[in-house]
């Protein structure tokens, strides 16, 4: 039997601009094996939203295909839809959006057991909700669960929306930026929460982030992206200590070093992430980058391998 509980290949979702054609994924392939986490790591812009957004079923794709346990993922939502919801599930970077302001924690707690028929009756259903939340780290259970979403910290609230996946026992979680907006103070608690239940539960989980820094602690895999193309993958300490991308090398420069003595030669891009508009026939990364070659701006170049199971798309390695 496969080991893959995704597998994605050649996804692309473009839109319609007066611009032109806008391509926020074009092209990407990648593989989830089960109780594996993959990251995927970018600027702002390069199509890791759209990537989550696709994968969950939230929007349509161009073209290209989706395979969860097997299946298309469009037969899934024609015909099994429901329990699609509860074996995937999405943390979102920003929990204020996600949750009804007007409802109790409890109600919101509630809801997706009673969806899925979890629990016999309110009491066993209440009980799972407090030992899930007493595993969480949360005191004084029955206060939160009297209060609303307004009423709590993006910390707090940030571990009550994964408190709330994993009471339907997923087997995927799909995590886009889910600690960007909270204090770096916050940031360790909830990476410790994921990698926690990814112990516990042998859960498989794609990590979507534009900091590599907390990524490299909870991922098996690391993609890098840009402008809607994987530009380089492979596993995580391959492509942190061994990268070989200028994309990826330019991302690494400016992450901060432990040792405040250490030297570090930052590397600056030109210009910013442009919008993914006329994009090709080159290199989409060409008017950025420092090591640009003549063929650059006339084919784009496919993955080469630069060590075990480690791929980059650039020409500066090919002989």
Request: proline share 4%; glycine share 6%; net charge positive.
């Amino acid at each position: 039997m496969s080991n893959e509980i995704l597998k994605v290949t050649d996804l692309k979702k473009h839109y319609k601009t007066k611009e032109g054609t806008l391509k926020a994924l074009d092209g990407v392939s990648l593989n989830i094996d089960k109780g594996s986490i993959v990251g995927v790591i970018g600027e702002s812009g390069c199509g890791k939203s759209t990537l989550a957004k696709l994968l969950i079923g939230l929007n349509e794709a161009t073209s290209g295909s989706i395979i969860y346990n097997g299946r298309e993922l469009k037969d899934i939502l024609k015909k099994d839809k429901l329990s699609f919801r509860r074996d995937v599930q999405m943390i979102f970077q920003n929990p204020y959006d996600v949750f009804d302001s007007k409802m109790t924690i409890e109600k919101i707690l509630l809801s997706p057991l009673k969806i899925h028929n979890i629990g016999s009756s309110r009491e066993e259903r209440l009980a799972l909700i407090k030992e899930s939340l007493s595993k969480a780290g949360f005191e004084n259970i029955d206060d939160y669960l009297s209060r609303k979403p307004g009423e709590l910290s993006g910390g707090q609230l940030q571990r009550i929306s994964i408190v709330r996946s994993m009471l339907l026992n997923p087997q995927l979680i799909i995590a886009d930026e889910p600690v960007s907006m909270l204090d770096v103070s916050i940031r360790a608690d909830i990476i410790n929460m994921l990698i926690r239940i990814r112990d516990e539960r042998n859960i498989s989980m794609l990590y979507i982030s534009h900091d590599i820094t907390t990524t490299q602690f909870l991922v098996n895999t690391l993609i890098v992206m840009y402008l809607g193309k994987i530009v380089e993958y492979g596993p995580v300490e391959a492509v942190i200590n061994k990268a070989a991308h200028p994309y990826t090398k330019a991302l690494l420069s400016h992450v901060s070093s432990i040792d405040p003595r250490e030297k570090q030669d930052k590397i600056h891009l030109k210009g910013e992430v442009p919008k993914p508009i006329g994009t090709g026939p080159g290199c989409y990364f060409e008017k950025r980058c420092y090591r640009t070659l003549d063929k650059c701006k006339c084919s784009y170049p496919e993955f080469i391998e630069v060590g075990d199971n480690h791929y980059i798309s650039c020409f500066n390695l090919i002989r």
